[in-house]
């Protein structure tokens, strides 16, 4: 079946510590974001790409790195300039952004990051 | 700028009666509007969507939401509650220029046997 994969589930990361989470999506989608889920918060946008090897700053990218060199794939590092970075990840994708604009976001089943 | 509004954190409800989940909006041109679920340590369902036409859309699982453009209001409904329908909802607004989604800050809703 066709959908989104992120992984891992859960993810722990030390004090000064990178950690990349991962998205894959088989749905021959152009667009992929990523949005950081907070209780009481709704979800916020860190990044979004609309093509291959394109992306853009969403409402709270700093601290937060992402690239798209290939269609299925969309990583988003948590770097250790993010000093608050406990918080549910969900990852969605989208036929397109702008032509399509009507069509839902799909999502993945999210990863948990902790501070140990 | 685009923006959305669930003004009530949380809902309860019987099973079998009525629900409704609330969402108010505010956009620049015409709306383009969207329901979802989340269950616990899950991502987000697509319910159902508003684009253009019938002020009353149906969607997934017997859900179905009234679009108002007077009261700028589309809120989320159900004529008889399930208590596995018990989750969370979000109702978000397509941006200006189709580039992202602006959530609410979502809704519990309760369903008691």
């Known amino acids: 079946d066709g959908g989104i994969t992120q992984s891992p589930k859960y993810l722990f990361r030390k004090e000064g510590q990178n950690v990349t989470l991962s998205c894959e999506q088989n749905l021959n989608h152009d667009a992929m974001y990523w949005y950081r889920q907070d209780p009481g918060q709704g979800l916020r946008l860190i990044y979004y790409s609309q093509i291959v090897n394109d992306f853009q700053k969403g409402d709270i990218a700093e601290g937060y790195s992402v690239s798209r060199e290939k269609k299925e794939s969309f990583p988003l590092t948590v770097t250790s300039a993010q000093k608050n970075p406990t918080a549910f990840y969900l990852c969605a994708s989208s036929i397109s952004t702008q032509d399509r604009s009507n069509q839902p976001q799909h999502f993945g089943d999210g990863t948990r990051l902790s501070i140990l | 700028a685009q923006s959305v509004a669930q003004p009530e954190d949380q809902v309860n409800v019987a099973e079998g009666n009525p629900l409704t989940v609330k969402c108010t909006y505010s956009v620049s041109g015409n709306p383009y509007l969207f329901w979802y679920v989340q269950y616990p340590n899950r991502g987000l369902q697509f319910l159902l969507k508003?684009?253009?036409?019938?002020?009353l859309v149906k969607g997934s699982y017997g859900f179905e939401a009234e679009f108002n453009k007077s009261q700028t209001s589309f809120h989320l409904k159900k004529p008889s509650a399930l208590v596995s329908d018990s989750a969370l909802y979000f109702c978000?607004?397509?941006?200006?220029?189709?580039?992202?989604?602006?959530f609410g800050a979502g809704t519990i809703l309760r369903v008691k046997s």
């Open positions: 508003y684009i253009t036409g019938d002020n």
């Open positions: 978000a607004v397509r941006d200006l220029f189709g580039n992202k989604l602006v």
